[in-house]
């Protein structure tokens, strides 16, 4: 059964970093795309990021770029977020997403994805 499961999340306060991690059971990660969303309360998801097979192709949202990077290890079967200036307003559940193959600038679609983590909380709080 493929399975992502994320973890890193948590309290930070503004400015500060975390890493977050995507780890997948069940299947070979080095043969899917990688998608990072997030969702604030009642706001909808927003893809953050993507990463290709590779760690050659990685697109980002407008709002974190030259903040966030996206890597993969495909030898540990991980894909990970480091995130750093963060602001409150990113305080959101971040989850990791996988699909064989997504088209172009499709991947901030969350419909581009089938295979979902069940997310990581991560707060930004003085």
């Known amino acids: 059964q493929l399975q992502l499961v994320e973890s890193g999340g948590g309290v930070v306060q503004p400015g500060g970093s975390l890493r977050l991690s995507c780890a997948a059971s069940?299947?070979?990660?080095?043969?899917?795309?990688i998608g990072w969303f997030r969702q604030a309360p009642g706001k909808e998801r927003e893809g953050v990021s993507y990463i290709g097979r590779t760690n050659d192709f990685t697109y980002y949202a407008d709002s974190v770029k030259g903040r966030f990077t996206i890597s993969r290890d495909n030898a540990k079967n991980t894909v990970y977020l480091q995130m750093n200036s963060l602001k409150p307003e990113e305080t959101a559940v971040y989850y990791c997403?996988?699909?064989?193959?997504?088209?172009?600038?499709?991947?901030?679609?969350?419909?581009?994805?089938?295979?979902w983590g069940q997310g990581t909380q991560v707060t930004v709080s003085a």
């Open positions: 069940g299947f070979t990660l080095d043969r899917y795309v």
């Open positions: 997403a996988a699909n064989l193959y997504v088209r172009g600038s499709a991947w901030m679609n969350s419909s581009s994805y089938d295979y």
